[in-house]
């Protein structure tokens, strides 16, 4: 267990809605956000600057060593991706302490270019068939691929026969409000501390 409140990087590509979310529990969560990562200029730096959080921005994927030095030099405990769209790597220091959120029932309408409104125009395609009722949300570690790892949490709701990408967005999204604080909590409390140097 964590003795002291654990240490996050997030990272973003866009508007960092989640981000700001996060900073706005963060009375609630045992954390504190250490470092903002963006891969490109984006509103989500810019409000990481507003909130007083350190920001870095990295274009181009980060390799295994440049974000094990990354964790190192900011002795982080945990990455948290926040709509971040590059592809990360694992390393084996890191391994079940980068989390994502994505918006959907994994395993289903996940995986490569699967992010944004091309989610929910898939899924309100596959409800157009009688096929799915219900979207919602899940938070889960990452592994080497897109949207794959062990999932923490999901919450759903209901898709509409008058949804279009946006209502079901917003919908999703209120539900991710909910859920990626509610993961990172019980993560946070399940973490052995890391060892010196490791
Ligand atoms: C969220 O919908 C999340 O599911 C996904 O990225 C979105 C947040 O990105 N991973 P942004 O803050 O709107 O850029």
Known sequence: MLSSPARLAVFVSGT?????NLIARAGDLPATIELVVANRPCRGEELACEAGIKTKVISGELSEA?????????????IVLAG??????VPGSLEGRIVNIHPALLPAFG????????????????ARRGEVTESGCTVHLCDAQYDTGEILIQRKCPVLPTDTPQTLAARVFEEELIAYPLALKSLIRSLPRRSAGS
Do not use: C, F, Q
């Open 16 to 20: 960092g809605r989640s981000l700001e």
């Open 111 to 126: 995986g490569p270019g699967m992010y944004g409104n091309r989610v929910h125009e898939a899924v309100l395609e596959s």
């Open 66 to 78: 440049e974000l094990s030095e990354l964790a190192r030099v900011h002795d982080l405990d945990l």
């Open 84 to 89: 971040y769209l590059k592809m990360i790597p």
